[in-house]
Structure formats: C-alpha cells, structure tokens
C-alpha cells in the first residue's frame, strides 16, 4: 500500500475549527508543523511548537497577505515526487525541505458573497495561495497528503498511528482536493459573470431557471428547472429543500436522482451509494431492521469509492444510520424523512447536503427526454414492468433449482444491476452487492471488473465473488464471461437471454454445474 510517513506538515487553515486539536495531534506524532500568520499564531498560542513561513522562505509576507505561500520553498517541497532521483536531488542542491502533509481550507469566498458584502470585501476573499497549494499537493498525491476540510482531521490521527497515508488514502484526498478547488472557482466563476452581466445590462434569470454552482464541469453554466413536476402531493428531488450543507451542483443532483431511482427499485428498505452516477454499494435489509444495516453492507460493496458518495434512502434515515454515515466523508444524503436525532446527528457535518424528499421516483408513463445535436430523444422510463422482471416468469435454463436463499440473492441482484451504466454485471451475497463491473464497452471485462472489485475491496482478502450470485443487464454473447464468473465461484447467474450464442453459454454453465435463469427482459442502461 506504499505508505508515507508524515515527518513535516504545512498547515495553514482560514477555518481554524480543530486547529489546536490537529496540532496536538501533529505534534504529539512527531511531526514538524510549518505554518503561516493567523495559523502559526493560533497554534503558538496553544504553546505547540510551530515554524513561521517565512523563516522557511526566508520572504515576509506582502500586499496585505496577498502573497506568502507563493515561493519555491513551500512549492518545491509540495510537489517534489520523491520517487524521481532528480527531483530529490533538486530538493538538495536548493535545500528545500519536503512536505508530507498539506492541511488548508481556503479563504470563505462563498459565504462572503452570500453575507451580502461589498464588491471590495468579496474581491478580498478570493483565495489565491491556498488553491495553489492545494493543486500542488494534490496533484504530487505520490510523494504528498492532503487536507481540504475540517471533517477530514480525524484521517490524521490514523495515518500517524499507522505510519502514514496509503497511496489509496492520497489518492482519495487528492480527488476530493480538486473536487474542492473545481467548486471553489465555480463559485467565484457564477459571481463573477453575474457581475459582468449587470455591468452589461444582461438579465440571466430571464427564465424560470434556478442557476447551480456548474455544471458537469467547472466552466460549464448549469440551471435547475422544476416547473415541469407533476406531482402535487409530494417533494420531488427538484423540489427537495436543503436542510443542511452547501448548495446543490448539477452533478449533485445527477448522483442524487440515480441513488434515488436504485434504491427505490426495491420494495424492502434500501439504501444506494451512487459515484459518478454508478453504484459504489447498494443493500437491502428485512422490513423490521433498522436501515442502519443496509448502509453498512451498501458502504462495504466498495469502502474506498464509497469516500465523498451521494447516500439514497427508500426510508427515513434512523439514528443509528446517521451515526455512521458521519464517520464517512459523504457529500449528499437524500430520503424520505429522518427519524428523531438522525437530522441533528448528520447537520453535525456542516458541509454535508441533506435533502429531504416525499413519495417515490416517477413511476408513471411519462417521457424522459435526451438532447441530441438538433433533436431531443424521447422514451419511455424504465421500470420494473415487463414479465420477465418477476422471478416466478424466469427459465430455469440449467443447473439445479435455486435455494430459496439463492432465488432472493438473484432477485435482489437482478432489480439493483439496473443501476450501473451497460455493460453491467453485479455480484451479490446476502441483500448486498459485493462486485460490480461498469461502463465497459465488452461484457467479458464488465464480468473480469465486477470480481476483481469483489475479491480485491473485501476485509481481510476475503474472496467476496466466491458463493456470490450474479446479474448481467443484457445477454452474454460469448460464454467467456460466464466463464470469468464461474472461475471466481459464482454459483448461479441470471440474465436476458437471446444470444445466438446462448446454448455455447448455457452449456458451459452446465458443464460447471452453475445455476442460470433467463429474464427474457434486459435493463440496459446506455
């Protein structure tokens, strides 16, 4: 797992929330903090050893703060890749100290503008140094951590107790750092343009629009239009209210309504963890149990991807399940309800966005749209309503009977592999996905991804493909992956059917004594 110590930390923080404790912990690690102005001055207060900036550059700060952290000596240290010779070479000649570990959040640009203040002020708080930093550490994720947020403090801790960030570990943080900065220029992106608007006499809210942050990217506008709703009795996602956290972005909600409609598709209590609008985990649990178990087994499918997810509940969110969602950096949390304690639990995390919504996903014969150049495609959503959808309609195609135990694993497997994006393949073992293969442009490798991804993110190595179940969105054209499954202990599979090649994939499946029904109904996800 290429473990980093962290011997020597920069921190430099404008939220000063955890600041003591962090350096108490930093401290106490043996670690070196180097720190600039209200930060250094913060922690030298609490009587911690810290070393002023500028005694590291050997360059005071100037133009009112404007510029202390832009200097070789902080830079040189971040992005040095201490696994290239010539850089660490480069470290010695200038005699640059390497950093291990960035903590910094940035100047509070957002809140700024929404307090109301003058042109001036807001101007002032557009971070320059800390955003710098930031992609500097993060894009060195190899040699550098980095922190973007008070909620992530508690990482610190374990990694020195461990003796460092994984690779995995930077990696994560580093993603969730340009994640940050992606929204952070945004932000300053929107006020910025609306400035440029009124200075032109243009009114960008000529239509019944609702501006969001960005869109898919940062340099993309994006508008929520929720007029179009036809539901009078309950709270769509579009009308969902913000309790708590920042504004929604237009890949907040795209996440939000993909989680919604997987964890909706089952009757039992669901919960969906969605990423980049795939499923990280999806679980169900029995009517009587606390949702809380179904998060657990949903956060175990994929515990790494799982990092910085969008959280969908077919059931309010009880407090046991708010008590562990927190442990675990998630970005939305949307459901119908929360019981008593659940919401004060989850808006403990200042940042996270909770939506609460009422009634289901859209179930009935509306169309769904999709852009083209110079068209719009229309279609019917996809639902749940075809025969073949309901396992007593399966063919049992080979293999014996399933177990009563097996045939729920299947069903479950087969309603949650609607999900991902085609071609799709999802394992699962107990009412929880273990494996799931994605987005990939041939089935034999969505099959190769799903057991690698069951067998690689399990406690322990525990082999999670071995006695799983299997559900394939459309037909195997080749037995070969079937094939990759039955290597890796599959023990039944269900799919469409309808190859011309379905006797060459049956027949390996029988030749290897595994259970197969077919669907006749595929759910393919384009």
């Not at 404008?14 to 404790?21: A, F, R, S, V």
């Not at 890949?251 to 919604?260: E, F």
Request: net charge negative; hydrophobic share 40%; aromatic share 6%.
């Amino acid at each position: 797992m290429s473990q980093r110590a962290v011997t020597r930390a920069l921190v430099s923080v404008y939220d000063k929330t955890g600041l003591t404790e962090l350096a108490t912990t930093l401290h106490k690690g043996g670690v070196e903090i180097v720190s600039t102005g209200s930060t250094a001055k913060a922690i030298a207060e609490a009587g911690i050893p810290v070393t002023a900036v500028e005694s590291v550059t050997g360059f005071s700060e100037i133009l009112d703060g404007r510029v202390k952290t832009l200097h070789p000596k902080v830079h040189g240290g971040l992005l040095a890749d201490r696994d290239k010779p010539a850089h660490v070479e480069a470290l010695e000649e200038h005699e640059i100290a390497p950093i291990d570990l960035l903590v910094c959040n940035l100047y509070p640009f957002e809140e700024t503008v929404a307090s109301g203040a003058s042109f001036e002020d807001i101007v002032e708080k557009i971070d320059i140094g800390g955003p710098a930093m930031v992609r500097s550490a993060a894009k060195n994720f190899s040699s550098c951590a980095v922190i973007t947020s008070t909620e992530q403090y508690d990482l610190v801790e374990g990694a020195l107790a461990s003796g460092g960030f994984t690779r995995e570990e930077r990696l994560v943080l580093a993603a969730d750092a340009f994640s940050r900065i992606a929204e952070y220029d945004a932000a300053i992106e929107e006020w910025m343009a609306d400035r440029a608007d009124e200075t032109l006499g243009i009114d960008p809210q000529e239509q019944d629009l609702t501006p969001l942050r960005y869109g898919e990217n940062s340099h993309q506008q994006a508008f929520l239009d929720a007029s179009r709703s036809l539901f009078e009795d309950s709270t769509t996602l579009a009308e969902a209210e913000l309790l708590n956290g920042k504004a929604m972005s237009y890949n907040n909600y795209v996440d939000a309504d993909a989680a919604l409609r997987a964890a909706f598709d089952h009757p039992e209590p669901c919960v969906a963890i969605i990423k980049h609008n795939n499923p990280c985990g999806i679980a169900i649990t029995p009517e009587a149990s606390d949702v809380a178990e179904a998060y657990t087994k949903a956060h175990a499918t994929d515990p790494v991807s799982a990092f910085g997810g969008v959280i969908a509940v077919n059931r309010p969110v009880s407090l046991d399940m708010a008590k562990r969602v927190t442990q675990v950096f998630t970005e939305v949390v949307v459901a119908p309800g929360y019981e008593d304690g659940a919401l004060d639990v989850l808006k403990a995390k200042k940042n996270l966005r909770i939506l609460e919504i009422s009634g289901a996903p859209r179930t009935d014969s509306s169309l769904e749209g999709r852009e083209i150049w110079g068209g719009v495609l229309y279609q019917e959503p996809d639902r749940y309503q075809a025969p073949g959808d309901n396992p007593e309609n399966w063919e049992l195609v080979c293999g014996e009977q399933a177990s009563e135990e097996t045939l729920a694993d299947l069903a479950f497997a087969w309603r949650a592999v609607r999900a991902p994006r085609s071609n799709a393949i999802l394992l699962a073992k107990n009412g929880a996905a273990v494996g799931v293969g994605m987005g990939q442009v041939n089935r034999v490798d969505a099959c190769r991804l799903a057991v690698e991804r069951a067998n690689t993110l399990g406690e322990d190595g525990e082999e999670r493909a071995r006695g799983a179940v299997a559900a394939s969105d459309a037909f195997f054209p080749f037995a070969d992956g079937p094939e990759q499954l039955i290597a890796a202990g599959i023990t039944a599979i269900v799919q469409p059917g309808g190859s011309i090649r379905d006797k060459e994939v049956i027949d390996a499946c029988q030749k290897a004594g595994i259970t197969m029904y077919t669907t006749g109904t595929r759910h393919f996800a384009h």
